[in-house]
């Protein structure tokens, strides 16, 4: 038996199983997508031309119109076919003639939503329309809903059983299972327990002492020991505050269509949530710091870079309520931008309320330094600013004239090309040097010419002169011909922006084949940039740089003067003070009005700064503080609301046993799940306030319950009746997350870097540091897998990145950091299965596990050792004889035989 067949059957039994469970989009999620990721773009983008002006005969606000189409007599959308759909080409800008929107293109996550909506059969809910005009009204039996009502603290139900239960969790869990028919099954080992808390709390593995202690340690608060142990750790906030992160959408770039742009401090907002979770920062502090931390009384630095929740969230019109919303309060409220929520009592009006203070603040720049060092900075930076954009500006002036002039030298250049092309070949400098023309012109030129296909018809004559060897004479009259072609499509081009008549496609195409300007930052590969252009890419800093070599006299002067000045600066300019990426109040914080089915175009009432009407008595009173953002926190984070305290609560349990007793942890409205144990939600969440709003002590009160300690045993009777584990009759076999998988392997590696905080480090090669083959930075190769060297730190502190997605952690479930993510949701596929066997970075974590092993005495001995070290017990005796024998059949075997364990189910899942 080799090592892959050993990884496969390692894998088989658990991967089959869970592939055959499908992923399905309901019906309900589809109407939510749709709601909240492309109503609000369609809203933004597309309604002010196509409702009821109907420009070019389309009206894209409902369905129906979408598949009638416009004057073209081409549907805008084919559900279920995002390729032939003409909504979809000309957001993409892919269309021969549509292009749209004419504000410019959309972010590359806008366009994704719509395609995946288009893909998934194009849902559109019916929905109420909101006129704004007179009041919404919540009826009673909207308000009796059970998310609604004040939490109240049970009676801890009695039980038949009187003997199991450890704590309360526990009598609320078996009276269920006993009104259901079901007995929980035997509890877990005492070495499966101990990994179990240890990855759930700490997100790394027991060392082998660490389970022989526990395994001997038969006093009655022996796990309670360990529980206060893994809360005390460090580690703990790495591994918690991490998830939350996933509520938060951390990255540490923006989402740039154009370019890599990182957070310069980013980092700061991570390490404070990680420190939060570390000091048990009582979680409604924790809410009011992350939405008004500035505002709050106290240690401000204690408070205020938990703003970095909004101060580094994606750029949607929408996003922050919707963040804010379904991360505290587990409600959809920006299904409620374009029409009053079709499920939920959440009007219209609400969702502009909560809006009007989010777009009353502004981004800012916290200063971590003292106040002359931030003035000297931005003194001499702004002066850097000013030198750089006059640089700027002079370059796009003589970029632009340049170009005039070389258009009127097309046919000298068509010419001096067409030496530099087959047959004749000759090199382009002598060519240049004897014509007195630019160089680097005549090799874009003769680039260009032989290109082909080409997107218009106006050089076939030309190639085919070419082909056929015509006469100089020929050619020159064909290239005079083309040079009166291109002067009068520029006059042309100029004419038609300024009357915003269309062009012919063909005409435009050429003009674009001239000045292109504009790389399409999704496509795999830098396209040429036009012949004629040599200025500023957004993409490609500094190429701006060559229409100087056009200069001469007192231009090439200036140029070389403002350059120098410039350099001076830059040379006396000191580095930028740390800082933190939060906001402040805007200067004059303002109501809006509510956007009438979405469109900012067609104003309805205005909508006063308040909080949501379901959560308040009566009329919600109009917040005046500033934005109001002091007046929100405190309004979330009062113990009267309903959903703050019960939506933590059932965060922290989803985590701990895979599913939450609410499942949907994010919506807890019409369309979310029901709670399968709603007393003892409500039980725990006012516990949760009575203590002090201490998380640790609700890990606590949940990890010494005896349903916690479970094992995963298989019951007949008990799967007969709830095959879905929904009343917790055992525990959830649950696979490693990314970040406690790759964590796991470094530390069995003896690599693993336990540094608490710092700056990010990529995971996966940044290939955007690297140059392309003529000089640009490649900004487009998508790194395959982790790497081992110099990034062996916790998988915490990796780079996050909105614009290019950690592959291999995408491969294990991470989740998208564009949007609020819920829950961890755990795949097991044949490319996971691939990465074990073919990744390198798993081949050289075997190789110095198997490094870590060499010094036992014999292979036994390093089987007994590495089995200590990945699972905490000893191998069986099949399991030993079977090793000593794959060993004793391929010398050298050692690196073979540590990847087939670090493969195994054993390794990968927590029992």
Same mark, same amino acid.
């Given at each position: 038996?080799?090592?892959?067949?050993?990884?496969?059957?390692?894998?088989?039994?658990i991967?089959i199983g869970?592939?055959?469970?499908?992923?399905?989009?309901?019906a309900?999620?589809?109407?939510?997508?749709?709601?909240?990721?492309?109503?609000?773009v369609?809203?933004?983008?597309?309604?002010?031309?196509?409702?009821?002006?109907?420009?070019?005969?389309?009206?894209?606000?409902?369905?129906?119109?979408?598949? @009638?189409g416009g004057?073209?007599?081409?549907?805008?959308?084919?559900?279920g076919?995002?390729?032939?759909?003409?909504l979809i080409?000309?957001v993409?800008q892919?269309?021969?003639?549509?292009?749209?929107?004419p504000?410019?293109?959309l972010?590359?996550e806008?366009?994704?939503?719509?395609?995946?909506?288009?893909?998934?059969?194009?849902v559109?809910?019916?929905?109420r329309?909101?006129?704004g005009?007179?009041?919404y009204?919540?009826?009673p039996?909207?308000?009796?809903?059970?998310?609604?009502?004040?939490?109240?603290?049970?009676?801890?139900?009695s039980t038949?059983?009187t003997a199991?239960?450890k704590?309360?969790?526990?009598r609320?869990?078996l009276?269920?299972?006993?009104?259901k028919?079901?007995?929980?099954?035997?509890?877990a080992?005492?070495?499966?327990?101990i990994?179990r808390?240890y990855?759930?709390?700490?997100?790394?593995?027991?060392s082998p002492?660490?389970?022989?202690?526990?395994v001997?340690?038969?006093?009655?608060?022996?796990?309670?020991?360990?529980?206060?142990?893994?809360?005390?750790?460090p580690h703990?906030g790495?591994?918690?505050?991490r998830?939350?992160?996933d509520?938060?959408?951390y990255?540490?770039?923006?989402?740039?269509?154009?370019?890599?742009?990182?957070y310069?401090n980013g980092?700061?907002?991570r390490?404070?949530?990680?420190?939060?979770?570390n000091?048990?920062m009582?979680y409604d502090?924790?809410?009011k =710091?992350?939405?008004?931390?500035?505002q709050m009384e106290?240690?401000?630095?204690?408070?205020?870079?938990g703003?970095?929740?909004?101060?580094?969230?994606?750029?949607?019109?929408?996003?922050?309520v919707?963040?804010?919303?379904?991360?505290f309060?587990?409600?959809?409220?920006?299904?409620?931008?374009?029409?009053?929520?079709?499920y939920?009592?959440?009007?219209?009006?609400d969702?502009?309320?909560?809006?009007?203070i989010?777009?009353?603040?502004?981004?800012?720049?916290?200063?971590?330094?003292?106040?002359?060092?931030v003035? =000297?900075?931005?003194?001499?930076k702004? @002066?850097?600013?000013?030198?750089?954009?006059?640089?700027?500006e002079f370059? @796009?002036?003589?970029?632009?004239?340049?170009g005039?002039?070389?258009?009127?030298q097309?046919s000298r250049?068509?010419?001096?090309a067409r030496?530099?092309?087959p $047959?004749?070949?000759r090199?382009?400098?002598?060519v240049?040097?004897?014509t007195?023309?630019?160089?680097?012109?005549?090799?874009?030129w003769?680039?260009?010419l032989?290109?082909?296909? @080409?997107?218009?018809r106006?050089?076939?004559a030309?190639?085919?002169?070419?082909?056929?060897?015509?006469?100089?004479?020929?050619?020159?009259k064909?290239?005079?011909?083309?040079?009166a072609?291109?002067?009068?499509v520029?006059?042309e081009?100029?004419?038609?922006?300024?009357?915003?008549?269309?062009?012919?496609?063909?005409k435009?195409?050429?003009?674009k084949?001239?000045?292109?300007? +504009?790389?399409?930052?999704?496509?795999?590969?830098q396209?040429?940039?036009?012949?004629?252009?040599?200025?500023?890419?957004y993409?490609?800093?500094?190429?701006?740089?060559?229409?100087?070599?056009?200069?001469?006299?007192d231009r090439?002067?200036?140029?070389?003067?403002?350059?120098?000045?410039?350099?001076?600066?830059?040379?006396?300019?000191?580095?930028?003070y740390?800082?933190?990426?939060?906001i402040?109040?805007?200067?004059k914080?303002?109501n809006?009005h509510v956007a009438?089915?979405? +469109?900012?175009?067609?104003?309805?009432?205005e909508?006063?700064?308040?909080?949501l009407s379901?959560?308040?008595?009566?009329?919600?009173?109009?917040?005046?503080?500033?934005?109001g953002?002091?007046?929100?926190?405190?309004?979330?984070?009062?113990?009267?609301?309903?959903?703050?305290?019960?939506?933590m609560?059932?965060r922290i349990w989803d985590?701990?046993?895979?599913?939450?007793i609410?499942?949907s942890?994010?919506?807890?409205?019409?369309?979310?799940?029901r709670p399968?144990?709603?007393?003892?939600l409500?039980?725990l969440?006012?516990?949760?306030v009575?203590n002090?709003?201490?998380?640790k002590?609700l890990?606590?009160?949940?990890?010494?319950?005896?349903?916690?300690?479970l094992? +995963?045993d298989?019951?007949?009777?008990?799967?007969?009746?709830?095959?879905?584990?929904?009343?917790?009759?055992?525990?959830n076999l649950?696979?490693?997350?990314?970040?406690?998988?790759?964590?796991?392997m470094?530390?069995?590696?003896g690599?693993?870097?336990l540094?608490?905080?710092?700056p990010?480090?990529?995971?996966?090669e940044?290939f955007?540091?690297?140059?392309?083959p003529?000089?640009? =930075?490649?900004?487009?190769f998508?790194?395959t897998e982790?790497?081992?060297d110099?990034?062996?730190?916790?998988?915490?502190?990796?780079?996050?990145?909105r614009?290019?997605?950690?592959?291999?952690?995408?491969l294990?479930?991470?989740?998208?950091?564009a949007a609020?993510?819920?829950?961890?949701?755990?795949t097991?596929? $044949?490319?996971?299965?691939l990465?074990?066997? +073919?990744s390198?970075?798993?081949?050289?974590?075997a190789?110095?596990f198997?490094?870590?092993?060499?010094?036992? $005495?014999?292979? /036994?001995?390093?089987?007994?050792?590495?089995?200590?070290?990945?699972?905490?017990?000893e191998?069986?005796?099949?399991?030993?004889?079977?090793?000593?024998?794959f060993?004793?059949?391929k010398g050298? /075997?050692?690196?073979?035989?540590?990847?087939v364990?670090?493969?195994?189910?054993?390794?990968?899942?927590?029992?």
């Amino acid at each position: 038996m080799d090592c892959a067949t050993l990884i496969y059957v390692s894998w088989g039994r658990i991967a089959i199983g869970w592939l055959t469970l499908p992923l399905i989009l309901c019906a309900a999620d589809s109407s939510e997508f749709f709601e909240t990721r492309v109503r609000p773009v369609l809203a933004k983008n597309c309604y002010p031309c196509h409702t009821t002006s109907r420009l070019g005969g389309l009206q894209l606000d409902s369905r129906d119109s979408m598949l @009638k189409g416009g004057s073209s007599g081409q549907p805008a959308v084919v559900p279920g076919d995002p390729d032939r759909s003409l909504l979809i080409q000309a957001v993409n800008q892919t269309h021969d003639r549509v292009k749209m929107p004419p504000s410019g293109k959309l972010s590359v996550e806008q366009i994704r939503d719509l395609s995946e909506w288009v893909k998934g059969g194009a849902v559109w809910p019916e929905a109420r329309p909101q006129t704004g005009k007179g009041p919404y009204r919540i009826t009673p039996e909207q308000r009796a809903f059970w998310s609604f009502q004040p939490v109240r603290k049970p009676a801890v139900p009695s039980t038949k059983n009187t003997a199991w239960a450890k704590n309360d969790i526990d009598r609320f869990i078996l009276a269920s299972q006993e009104a259901k028919g079901l007995d929980p099954v035997a509890a877990a080992s005492r070495r499966v327990l101990i990994r179990r808390a240890y990855f759930d709390l700490i997100g790394l593995p027991p060392s082998p002492e660490e389970v022989e202690a526990f395994v001997a340690d038969r006093s009655p608060d022996a796990f309670a020991k360990v529980v206060d142990h893994l809360l005390a750790s460090p580690h703990y906030g790495e591994r918690w505050g991490r998830f939350w992160l996933d509520v938060a959408r951390y990255s540490d770039d923006r989402l740039s269509s154009t370019r890599d742009d990182p957070y310069a401090n980013g980092y700061r907002y991570r390490d404070w949530v990680i420190e939060a979770f570390n000091n048990d920062m009582p979680y409604d502090q924790f809410v009011k =710091a992350q939405i008004a931390g500035d505002q709050m009384e106290g240690d401000k630095s204690k408070l205020i870079p938990g703003l970095g929740f909004y101060g580094m969230s994606p750029d949607f019109t929408d996003e922050r309520v919707d963040a804010t919303t379904r991360g505290f309060l587990a409600l959809t409220v920006a299904c409620a931008q374009c029409h009053d929520h079709k499920y939920d009592p959440i009007p219209t009006k609400d969702f502009y309320s909560l809006q009007g203070i989010f777009s009353s603040t502004e981004l800012y720049e916290y200063p971590l330094a003292p106040e002359n060092v931030v003035n =000297a900075y931005q003194a001499q930076k702004k @002066k850097l600013d000013r030198l750089d954009k006059d640089f700027k500006e002079f370059l @796009k002036r003589e970029n632009a004239q340049m170009g005039d002039i070389l258009v009127t030298q097309t046919s000298r250049y068509l010419m001096a090309a067409r030496q530099v092309m087959p $047959p004749l070949s000759r090199p382009a400098g002598e060519v240049a040097r004897k014509t007195k023309l630019d160089q680097e012109t005549i090799e874009r030129w003769a680039a260009y010419l032989q290109t082909s296909p @080409k997107e218009h018809r106006y050089l076939d004559a030309w190639d085919d002169s070419i082909k056929r060897g015509a006469s100089e004479q020929q050619c020159q009259k064909l290239a005079d011909e083309f040079q009166a072609l291109v002067t009068a499509v520029v006059r042309e081009k100029r004419e038609s922006d300024a009357s915003k008549e269309k062009m012919e496609t063909g005409k435009l195409l050429l003009w674009k084949d001239l000045y292109f300007a +504009n790389p399409r930052p999704d496509l795999p590969y830098q396209p040429v940039l036009g012949v004629l252009f040599n200025g500023e890419v957004y993409q490609t800093p500094g190429i701006e740089l060559k229409v100087i070599r056009f200069l001469d006299g007192d231009r090439k002067a200036y140029v070389d003067g403002l350059m120098a000045e410039m350099q001076a600066v830059k040379n006396s300019l000191p580095p930028k003070y740390p800082f933190l990426h939060v906001i402040k109040d805007a200067a004059k914080p303002a109501n809006l009005h509510v956007a009438i089915g979405g +469109n900012p175009g067609n104003p309805g009432e205005e909508a006063p700064r308040r909080f949501l009407s379901i959560l308040s008595d009566g009329e919600p009173p109009a917040f005046h503080k500033g934005s109001g953002r002091l007046e929100l926190a405190e309004a979330i984070a009062s113990p009267a609301n309903p959903l703050t305290a019960r939506v933590m609560v059932n965060r922290i349990w989803d985590y701990h046993f895979g599913a939450g007793i609410v499942r949907s942890t994010s919506n807890f409205g019409q369309l979310g799940d029901r709670p399968t144990h709603p007393e003892l939600l409500d039980y725990l969440a006012a516990r949760f306030v009575e203590n002090k709003w201490s998380i640790k002590w609700l890990h606590r009160e949940i990890m010494l319950s005896a349903t916690y300690a479970l094992s +995963n045993d298989h019951s007949a009777s008990n799967y007969a009746i709830d095959s879905g584990n929904r009343f917790l009759w055992r525990s959830n076999l649950r696979r490693l997350d990314a970040e406690a998988l790759r964590d796991a392997m470094l530390s069995a590696s003896g690599k693993l870097d336990l540094r608490i905080g710092g700056p990010p480090v990529w995971l996966t090669e940044n290939f955007a540091t690297r140059t392309g083959p003529e000089g640009e =930075a490649d900004k487009y190769f998508q790194p395959t897998e982790w790497i081992s060297d110099n990034a062996s730190r916790r998988t915490v502190y990796g780079f996050v990145s909105r614009r290019r997605p950690d592959a291999t952690m995408t491969l294990f479930d991470f989740p998208n950091p564009a949007a609020s993510a819920e829950q961890r949701f755990g795949t097991s596929t $044949p490319l996971q299965r691939l990465f074990f066997l +073919n990744s390198d970075f798993v081949i050289k974590q075997a190789e110095a596990f198997a490094a870590r092993l060499a010094p036992e $005495p014999g292979d /036994a001995a390093r089987i007994r050792k590495a089995y200590q070290i990945l699972f905490g017990r000893e191998p069986l005796a099949k399991e030993l004889q079977m090793g000593e024998e794959f060993l004793r059949s391929k010398g050298g /075997a050692w690196p073979e035989y540590a990847q087939v364990l670090l493969s195994s189910n054993e390794f990968l899942f927590v029992k």
